[in-house]
């Protein structure tokens, strides 16, 4: 039973990219065949992440104007054989494409594999409506910001209008230290406005800058938390139940020392 | 004097004719300046300036807020100039109850007959229906219809202006939802309106009556949106940044954080007498609601 999953956010820059790789990734080292299509039409640039930029011919318009087989435009990853790009024209909008098109488009990979993940645009418009036609299930990722949040919530009424179930939760960015410090909205907060399944905290890391300017997406770097935080919500997403959360950033010793005497104010910024 | 639809003319830029039930209707556009709208009853009416001499009008103000003044000087240009009398208005009951207070020179607290326990009577101001248009939004005056939203997301929509109030039904008409809110979802509602879980912040919720929310309110909510101040807010956890109950409006305090889900009693807002009172809930409504 193959799904297509869509990510999404409603505000913009939040991280729908940097997770819809890394969850491709991830299900795709998990065995799985994986699809991941980029929908931000003009914008692309999950190509870049994923450091395919350079095999680009045909793209998504290309193939929903006929003027390729979906199999021309389909770049097979790198490092993994069952791992496909579907990029996005960067010369057209996001009116190239209409959700009929996107419906079918989704429902001929669905038949070649097993997950179809796809990387919404930001906004409300006509990219993420064409987004969500064909998904099955939706990922909303949020960083812990009251403006994201509000977006977020948005997203979420209009995905439960769209009759997708059950939407479930990514929240990115998220810093133990400032939570800590009580400068960050913490888990429950988010949760009680949003009220929807968690799936994964991603915390904010620099490897998510070096691995996208590499173009290897972070999940394939077995030593790195963020990775394993990527891996753990791709366990997830495949229906594992009970795997547990990361461990976010302990707090160390000597920061425990440092607040014990007081001087904590502007550790570990 | 009737008018057969087919010979409406041409109409452009700030007023907009048609024909209702074969009366004449001018339409004012809700953007344009007065002096524009006189140029535009000017133009249009010049053209042929002798078509309608005679004839009887109706002016649709949309959610316009124009001064009476204004109105007035804008009736004598079409019984001076070309002859047409003005014979009625459409206006939302915002822009009623302005004029009544203007003429009157006197506040006006309107109320449902029902909630004086009498039948509706002669007397009892009529609401205005306004057959052309869903009003727009004009940014100072909530009204009932404010904010043009698209379709799929105004969850339900009656009670505008169109709805003809005086035959109000016996008991009041209740809207129960049966779920939360969400940020950019929008309620409208001609009765009172119950909400089975949290109002969002960005989620808003326009009522001609009272709003309950059983569960935490962070969304905007505005009662007794047609001007009726005797309506109520109540809130299992009332934590919204803006109140409006009828031409009133309260920003209450940001209350203190608690880590309890719900951890305020419940509580109710009320216009006690100039402004909006919001206390513990009692069990019982707030006497004299609506009055000094
Ligand atoms: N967990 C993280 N830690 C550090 N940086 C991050 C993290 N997640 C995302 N970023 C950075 O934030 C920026 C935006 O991320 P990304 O492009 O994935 O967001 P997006 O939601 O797809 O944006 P858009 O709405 O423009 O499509 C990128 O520079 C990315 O490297
Ligand atoms: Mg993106």
Redesign the pocket.
């Known amino acids: 039973m193959s799904e297509c999953i869509v990510i999404t ?1 409603g ?10 790789a890394n969850l491709s990734v991830s299900l795709a080292m998990m065995g799985h065949k994986v699809a991941v299509v980029d929908a ?1 039409i003009g ?1 692309r ?1 999950l190509d870049v ?1 994923l450091g395919l930029e350079n095999r680009i011919v045909y793209d998504l318009v290309h193939v929903i104007e006929g003027e390729c087989r979906l199999k021309q435009a389909l770049i097979r990853d790198k490092r993994l054989e069952n791992l496909f790009l579907l990029p996005a024209a960067q010369t057209r909008d996001k009116s190239a494409v209409n959700p009929d098109q996107m419906r079918k488009l989704v429902e001929q990979l669905k038949a070649e594999f097993d997950y179809v993940v796809i ?1 919404c ?2 906004g409300i418009e006509q990219g993420f409506k064409n987004s969500i036609a064909g998904a099955d299930k939706a990922i909303i ?1 949020t960083t812990p910001e009251v403006s994201a949040i509000r977006d977020a919530d948005r997203i979420i009424g209009l995905v439960e209008a769209a009759e997708l179930p059950e939407p479930r939760l990514i929240i ?2 998220f810093r133990q230290k400032m939570v800590d410090r009580g400068d960050m909205l913490n888990k429950d907060d988010i949760l009680e406005i949003l009220a929807i399944p968690l799936i994964g905290v ?5 490897d ?2 070096v691995s ?1 300017n590499r173009g290897a997406p972070v999940a394939f770097d077995d030593t790195s938390v ?1 990775g394993e935080a990527y891996r753990r919500i791709a366990r997830r997403v495949s229906g594992e139940a009970d795997v547990p959360f990361v461990a976010l950033q302990p707090v160390g010793f000597w920061e425990n020392v440092k607040r014990w005497m007081g001087l904590s104010a502007k550790a570990g910024v | 004097m009737t008018l057969p639809a087919e010979k409406i003319p041409p109409s452009g830029g700030a007023l907009l004719l048609h024909a209702l039930d074969g009366v004449l209707v001018l339409e004012l556009d809700p953007s344009a300046s007065f002096e524009a709208l006189r140029q535009a009853v000017r133009d249009t009416f010049s053209a042929s300036p002798d078509r309608f001499r005679g004839m009887d009008a109706r002016l649709d103000l949309r959610a316009r807020t124009i001064e009476l003044f204004d109105l007035r000087r804008l009736i004598h240009v079409l019984k001076d100039e070309f002859g047409v009398t003005a014979t009625g208005l459409y206006c939302t009951p915002e822009n009623l109850q302005r004029y009544a207070e203007r003429e009157l020179k006197l506040r006006i607290w309107t109320r449902r007959a029902m909630d004086l326990d009498e039948p509706p009577t002669e007397d009892e101001p009529a609401q205005p229906t306004a057959p052309a248009a869903k009003a727009e939004a004009s940014p100072a005056e909530p009204s009932p219809s404010s904010a043009p939203k698209t379709d799929d997301e105004v969850l339900e929509c009656e009670g505008d202006a169109e709805e003809a109030a005086p035959a109000e039904p016996m008991g009041r008409r209740t809207l129960c939802i049966d779920r939360g809110l969400r940020s950019g979802q929008v309620v409208r509602y001609s009765g009172d309106v119950l909400v089975y879980g949290d109002v969002n912040p960005g989620a808003e919720i326009i009522a001609v009556g009272n709003v309950h929310v059983f569960g935490a309110l962070k969304g905007t909510v505005h009662a007794g949106a047609r001007g009726d101040e005797s309506a109520i807010i109540l809130s299992f956890d009332l934590r919204a940044p803006q109140l409006r109950i009828g031409r009133k409006i309260a920003f209450p305090a940001a209350r203190p954080a608690t880590n309890v889900r719900y951890g305020h009693a419940p509580e109710i807002a009320w216009v006690n007498g100039a402004e909006i009172t919001i206390e513990p809930y009692a069990g019982r409504l707030p006497r004299n609601p609506g009055q000094s």
Do not use: M
């Open positions: 956010s505000k913009g820059g939040v991280g729908k990219t940097t997770t819809s931000d914008l640039n992440i990387d645009p930001a990722v990115n960015r991603v915390p904010d890391h620099e998510i800058i996208a963020v």
